[in-house]
């Protein structure tokens, strides 16, 4: 059976840069609580009537495909995860298919938050493993700019996230499994591609970090899991002016909360990736997490006491982009020569449902 490898990577980011200094004009912030606090210094904001998820993956995809010498008409499936998707339904998988001009072959949406990429890849993994596809186009974007709440109220989201997109295609390798590190064997060897995904969720927090709106909750939720700021009930309508004159359309987060567990689940998939390779955290070339808060990339670096070079971030200049972040870090580091053949790259995740997953390659 052959392994996954990443046979092309691209990114995109719209070119409107928001700096802190911006974000001051609408809401009470400063560039020294978000700088801080979550080490953002500026992010990219999506152009209206210009820029949308599916544009923007597709900008991605374009480079992605390019760079692994793959034509358009070879690929024979479509992975897109986003949660700022173009359209209620349907998925930008069928909209990317459409602007890249490919017919007739299966295009998945996947949601899955901040651990989008990491699920998404684990599912184009197995269908190349099995042999089913050649070729895999995988698109991860957000336009999180056109949904956020830009008034104080909302400031403690809104600071934080950015916009962008990231790609890649997934080849299968001539390397067996068979050949999958084992122990006492030096991470040197030949079997290349991704080692192993680990997926992770656990709904009993959902609200804590959730847009609830536009939804057919009608104002039912578990009972304890009502959000701080409950969404009120519309009598199950689906878009109401009530709805649009409140705040319940926007994201909710219980800052705080959702950092703790975030800093326990990031180390915690990580070594369970590793452990499953038998591999340790020296054998790491390059962790790239995805890019939340840059404070609890530097908790889990220290609580893994990985090096500077061991942990890649560019929270700084993306913000927090969801689903892209880790393409578009893993993208950049490659670009700026960090990752190179033979390296052991860890994606980690850790975001909304709550959802958490790692991926090790040997790339
Ligand atoms: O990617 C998905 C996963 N998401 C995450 O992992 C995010 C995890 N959480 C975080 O990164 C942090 O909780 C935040 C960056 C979102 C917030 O930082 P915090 O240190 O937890 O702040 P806080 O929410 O506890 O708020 C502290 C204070 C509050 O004021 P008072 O009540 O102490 O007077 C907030 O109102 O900071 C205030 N505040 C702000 N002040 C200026 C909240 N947001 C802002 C802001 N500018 N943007």
Known sequence: MPRTKIAGIG???PKNVVTNNDLTRVMDTSDEWIQERTGIKERHYAIPFEDTTTTMGVEAAKIALERAGVSTSEIDFII???ISPDYYFPGCG???????????????????????????????DQFIKTGMYKNILLIAAETHSYGLDFSTRGRNVSVIFGDGAGAVVLQPTGAELDEAPSPGVSPSSPS????????????SEAEMLSMINPGFHAGKFAPEKKPA????????????????EKEDIYPYMDGPAVFKKAI?????????ALTANHLQTSDLRLLIPHQANLRISQMVQHKLKLRDDQVYNNIDKYGNTTAASIPIALCEAWENGKV?????????????????????IRW
């Open 340 to 360: 190179k053949d033979n390296d052991i790259i860890c994606l980690a995740a850790f975001g909304s449902g709550f959802t958490w997953a790692s991926a090790l």
């Open 229 to 244: 700021k409950p969404a009120q009930p519309y009598g199950g309508l689906f878009i109401t002016k009530q709805l649009l």
């Open 264 to 272: 326990i689940k990031f180390p915690e998939v990580i070594l369970e």
């Open 94 to 124: 069928v909209l990317a298919q459409r602007a890249l001009g490919i017919s007739d072959i299966g295009a998945l949406d996947i949601r899955n938050q901040c651990s989008g990429f990491i699920y998404a890849l684990s599912v184009g």
């Open 80 to 82: 897109f995860t986003t």
């Open 192 to 203: 290349r591609g991704i080692l192993s995904t680990h997926l992770h969720s656990d709904g």
């Open 11 to 13: 990114m995109y980011v």
